[in-house]
């Protein structure tokens, strides 16, 4: 169980579009569609904002997507905007009933 | 209005043991995976523990698995973590997590409490 590797920051200025990376191995990321991504900003409660991949919760904005290749799975948020910027994790199933998370990114919105 | 509220946390020496529960409301408890994720303020999400809406499925991280033990009580609509042999390594706030799908445990977490506080030192 190795956490995932995702960049420490990320930054990009308002109306833009950034992707976030999350890589994994053939054991987790590679294996299953039950990547998941979630946005924290400071001292809240983590928000889910991706499920399956790709899947957009409830009340979340078309401006975040995700997509997986291979041993890799992105986040990419469209139009960016300043309260975009917040910690985001990725979380992947890893077999057994377990998870991993990454190590999170921090972006900054320019 | 789903709610998730922790408690348990505090001070604790090294070597000993702390159980830390979850109360949920507001969603058909028994119908949902629920789990537990630890963070240490000002760091990392990491995945703790969880278990299937029928207790069929556990899984524990390698950091905690043989000292920390995930239970249920779906008439009590309670989660648990029964913590032993805590280090200080096991310092974090703890939140408990549900999963996004009835009967189903892919691990998407949904909704999350607002965590309790565990300490682990002499």
């Known amino acids: 169980q190795s956490a995932l590797t995702q960049p420490a920051s990320v930054s990009g200025s308002p109306g833009q579009s950034i992707t976030i990376s999350c890589t994994g191995t053939?054991?987790?990321?590679?294996?299953?569609?039950?990547v998941s991504w979630y946005q924290q900003h400071p001292g809240k409660v983590p928000k889910l904002m991706i499920y399956e991949g790709s899947k957009l919760p409830s009340g979340v904005s078309s401006r975040f997507s995700g997509f997986k290749s291979g041993n890799t799975a992105s986040l990419t948020i469209s139009g960016l905007q300043g309260e975009d910027e917040a910690d985001y994790y990725c979380?992947?199933?890893?077999?057994?009933?377990?998870?991993?998370f990454g190590g999170g990114t921090k972006l900054t919105v320019l | 209005e789903v709610q998730l509220v922790e408690s348990g946390g505090g001070l604790v020496q090294p070597g000993r043991s702390l159980r830390l529960s979850c109360a949920a409301s507001g969603f058909t408890f028994a119908d949902y995976g629920m789990h537990w994720v630890r963070q240490v303020p000002g760091k990392g999400l990491e995945w703790v523990s969880g278990i299937s809406w029928n207790t069929d499925s556990i899984g524990y991280a390698d950091s905690v698995r043989g000292r920390f033990t995930i239970s249920r009580d779906n008439a009590k609509n309670s989660l648990y973590l029964q913590m032993n042999s805590l280090r200080a390594e096991d310092t974090a706030l703890y939140y408990c997590?549900?999963?996004?799908?009835?009967?189903?445990?892919?691990?998407?977490?949904?909704?999350w409490g607002q965590g309790t506080l565990v300490t682990v030192s002499s």
């Open positions: 979380c992947s199933y890893a077999g057994s009933s377990t998870w991993v």
């Open positions: 997590a549900k999963d996004i799908w009835s009967g189903w445990f892919e691990g998407h977490f949904n909704y």
């Open positions: 053939s054991s987790d990321v590679g294996s299953y569609n039950l």
